[in-house]
């Protein structure tokens, strides 16, 4: 009888291994498909970008360029207010991320560590803030942006998308500090720390994967917004990325070797962007604090 | 080196009051504990003398200083937490020297009195490693290296021990107790352990839902606990306690049982109301003449047996030194001496 029993054992095991292995053939299967329904278009504006006007619309269809070519970025570069559009958008970015950065940081550190009066419904109302759309916002935005009297200048976009982008910057970072123990901030404070003190030399070195997080959030998001710098700053001096490459799309003809090319070059920086906050964003800097 | 004195001490949360005028005199240089269960406001009385919390009445004066109003780094004071709090992007030597960068006190000065404090725990090998690649005892002393190379006034050590294995517990309580008899710095120690207490301070303030019980040295606390807490608080196992009346028979006063049961009291012991009587374990000895006990379990340490036995109905904790070999169901006779016998009042608990 246990001499059965044993005997099937082995092959019930086979059987299992095998169920497994297939099962992580399928995951691994739709993770390809997945992969490729969300990296084709990437790919084809990527190589698009180093084909012939001619050969992009070519029949048979190529993926990869026949006539490999730099030329549509040589011309886009040279030809088009390309490196305005580029040179806008970084510095409307730059600003927005380090105020945003600052103002969420210091007040996500003051939720976090402090109780007031209507602390959970303040951090509720960002909560709620967060959820209207800018296309609600937008005409308010126009006429506030008119009477300061900063319509078609960066400044505003800057405005804008700090007001816009500091409440989820509340939210991630005091979260982030919420893990962080409150032991570090009071060891700090007998060690002689001033408040700020403890902020910037002790919770905010451990607080790098949260401020990558949020920090690449909104560079993100400042990066790719459309409609409000479309409205608020659309001039030719001051228009950024997303409404330059806007521009190539004309009523009758629209230049698509020049838009693969500025689409490759404007989403170069958000992929730099991401690698650099990715080396932060791993958990287990503030390990060994404790126990 | 301080006194530090609690008078009157009271702290509140809106409508809830945690503690309830706690007076304390901690002697310079003395090595005073704080015991008592959770929640009973040992660790809030410990951070208030840190100016962690705010006091809500009464003074704390360290040396002759009152610091009710003084921010926790004006009041030269060095504490331990619980869960060490070592900042984890600084190494063993700049989590050790930090106080001493932030008063601007020179390099030189720094490295030397962090390479002292190194030197006394053990640390020098290590300080060049991060809190992360330390042991959970490596880190406790990086801790304390912290607090000595502050030279300050007074140690506060808010429950150090408790997140280390038992092994390293006992390590360290000597390595605490040691470094207290070098150093001899005024230090007040919280723990919920009172084997800690006993072993490791000079007093022990055995605290209570905000209240202090009692405060002596452990032996004091353990030979005459004013109160019934005090008196199952302290030792272990705890002492047993017996529900009765105290009774005159012909051979003086006795303590009688609801059973029947009946124990010879001192010739001290006040006749004629109820009362708790208490014995400690050890106090029980083996005897031919004494009452008699079922055993329930026992349990031998090798050096001691503990034995868990029936007197009556009454269940109570038995310690001899004997090396017993008795099964549960099987009776033994115990006795104990009159004279270690206490009695406290059966209503309010105080020592009779």
């Known amino acids: ?291 | 080196m301080a006194s530090v004195s609690l008078r009157r001490i009271e702290k509140d949360y809106g409508a809830v009051q945690v503690i309830h005028g706690v007076d304390v005199e901690i002697r310079d240089g003395e090595f005073m504990a704080l015991v008592g269960p959770s929640g009973c406001g040992k660790s809030t009385l410990l951070r208030m003398i840190a100016g962690l919390e705010e006091i809500t009445d009464g003074e704390i004066w360290i040396g002759d200083q009152l610091v009710n109003d003084l921010a926790p780094k004006r009041r030269n004071i060095a504490m331990v937490f619980q869960n060490y709090a070592l900042y984890p992007h600084m190494t063993v030597a700049e989590n050790m020297g930090f106080s001493m960068k932030l008063a601007n006190e020179p390099k030189q000065e720094r490295d030397r009195r962090v390479a002292a404090a190194a030197d006394i725990l053990g640390l020098s090998e290590l300080l060049g490693r991060y809190p992360r690649q330390l042991s959970g005892g490596q880190r406790q002393r990086v801790a304390m290296g912290r607090a000595i190379v502050r030279d300050p006034k007074v140690f506060l050590f808010d429950e150090p021990l408790s997140n280390l294995d038992a092994k390293l517990r006992v390590a360290m309580r000597a390595e605490i107790k040691q470094l207290h008899q070098r150093l001899r710095t005024t230090t007040v120690f919280v723990t919920h352990d009172q084997v800690e207490a006993m072993t490791m301070a000079d007093r022990i303030v055995v605290m209570n839902a905000g209240r202090v019980e009692q405060i002596g040295t452990p032996l004091e606390l353990y030979d005459r606990p004013d109160n019934l807490f005090v008196a199952t608080f302290i030792g272990s196992p705890s002492m047993n306690r017996f529900d009765g009346e105290i009774i005159q028979s012909a051979n003086g006063p006795a303590f009688r049982l609801a059973d029947g049961t009946v124990f010879a009291l001192p010739a001290s012991a006040p006749a004629g109301q109820e009362a708790v009587c208490g014995v400690r374990p050890e106090h029980f000895a083996l005897d031919d003449n004494g009452i008699e006990a079922e055993v329930v379990v026992q349990e031998p340490t090798g050096s001691e047996t503990q034995v868990i036995m029936r007197l009556g109905a009454t269940q109570a904790t038995g310690l001899f030194r004997e090396r017993l070999s008795v099964e549960p169901g099987e009776r033994i006779r115990v006795s104990v001496k009159p004279g270690l016998i206490h009695l406290f009042d059966s209503k309010s608990g105080i020592r009779l």
């Not at chain 1, 500091?166 to 570090?184: E, H, N, V």
């Not at chain 1, 060891?187 to 002790?202: E, Q, T």
């Not at chain 1, 009758?252 to 500025?262: L, R």
């Open chain 1, 1 to 291: 009888m246990n001499s059965v029993r044993d005997a099937s054992r082995p092959a019930r095991r086979d059987s299992s291994r095998s169920g497994v292995a297939a099962e992580t053939l399928v995951y691994y299967a739709l993770y390809a498909v997945l992969a490729l329904v969300v990296l084709f278009p990437l790919a084809w504006v990527l190589l698009g970008s180093f084909k012939n006007p001619g050969e992009i619309f070519a029949y048979p269809t190529t993926f990869f360029p026949r006539d490999f070519t730099l030329t549509n970025y040589n011309d886009v570069v040279r030809r088009t207010a390309l490196p305005t559009y580029l040179y806008n958008t970084a510095i409307v970015t730059v600003f927005t991320l380090v105020f945003t950065l600052i103002i969420g940081t210091i007040a996500a550190y003051g939720f976090s560590r402090w109780n007031f009066p209507f602390k959970n419904t303040t951090m509720v109302t960002l909560l709620i803030l967060q959820l209207i759309p800018s296309t609600v916002n937008i005409i308010p935005y126009y006429l506030m942006m008119n009477w300061m009297g900063l319509l078609n200048t960066r400044i505003a976009l800057v405005l804008i998308y700090t007001a816009t982008h500091i409440p989820f910057t509340i939210w991630i970072m005091k979260g982030y500090f919420d893990t962080l123990p409150r032991s570090l901030d009071e060891a700090a404070v007998i060690d002689g720390c001033s408040m700020f003190r403890v902020f910037w030399s002790i919770i905010l070195p451990l607080s790098l994967p949260g401020l990558s997080a949020a920090g690449f959030l909104v560079f993100l998001g400042s990066w790719s917004e459309f409609l409000v710098p479309l409205v608020i700053a659309n001039s030719r001096e001051v228009a950024v990325m997303s409404v330059g490459l806007y521009s190539f799309f004309g009523m009758d003809t629209t230049a698509y070797h020049y838009a693969f090319a500025a689409s490759v070059m404007s989403t170069a920086p958000v992929i730099v962007a991401y690698l650099f906050a990715q080396r932060y964003l791993v958990s287990g800097l503030a390990s060994g604090a404790e126990k």
